[in-house]
T-cell receptor
């Protein structure tokens, strides 16, 4: 079945550091890929998405590129802020299916 | 738009009691999803509806759990009887027919003592 694997956290960074959170997936065909973010005490929010190979999703300084050859969708940001502290979830949706398959989430802690 | 609305935000109950969680999806959305989030198991899909009809309930842990969607603007998740292992945050999410994105509510934190 489909699966998403994320690096374990927490990831601890200082403000303005470079961020990478790794995500790899297993799925049939060409799924759509997503990054969701969950701030403390809130529900998940879509951060960015990519629907086909080599697409780059971007939002709020975050980027991720859909790499079919390595089945990866790594999240990056050039300079993190304290306000980026949250849990980040990688997810996929197989074409023609309604449901999302989520990774276990990676907690990011950014200190001033 | 008000977004997905869930109530209550927090629920504390004793083992054996019935618990009902409520969700109002975004107006016009055709899909509604119920999830459970715990530290041990992460985010789990319990059940989802399309046009008020349950499509897949394979994630519902056992018969103590039931979900209904009597109309397009309201859904409930019921646990009867509740057990301490049901303690978790329960999320509702909705999605439009042609959309890619699921919109999540703020969640209900359930504590069963």
């Amino acid at each position: 079945g489909d699966s998403v694997t994320q690096m374990e956290g927490p990831v601890t960074l200082s403000e303005e550091a470079f961020l990478t959170i790794n995500c790899t997936y297993t799925a049939t065909g060409y799924p759509s890929l997503f990054w969701y973010v969950q701030y403390p005490g809130e529900g998940l929010q879509l951060l960015l998405k990519a629907t086909k190979a080599d697409d780059k999703g971007s939002n709020k300084g975050f980027e991720a590129t859909y790499r079919k050859e390595t089945t990866s969708f790594h999240l990056e940001k050039g300079s993190v802020q304290v306000s980026d502290s949250a849990v980040y979830f990688c997810a996929l949706r197989r074409t023609g299916y309604s449901t999302l398959t989520f990774g276990k989430g990676t907690m990011l802690l950014v200190s001033p | 738009d008000a977004g997905v609305i869930q109530s209550p935000r927090h629920e504390v109950t004793e083992m054996g009691q019935e618990v009902t969680l409520r969700c109002k999806p975004i107006s016009g959305h055709d899909y509604l999803f119920w999830y459970r989030q715990t530290m041990m198991r992460g985010l789990e899909l319990l059940i989802y509806f399309n046009n008020n009809v349950p499509i897949d309930d394979s994630g519902m842990p056992e018969d103590r759990f039931s979900a209904k969607m009597p109309n397009a603007s309201f859904s409930t998740l019921k646990i009867q009887p509740s057990e301490p292992r049901d303690s978790a945050v329960y999320f509702c999410a909705s999605r439009g027919q042609g959309g890619n994105e699921q919109y999540f509510g703020p969640g209900t934190r359930l504590t069963v003592t």
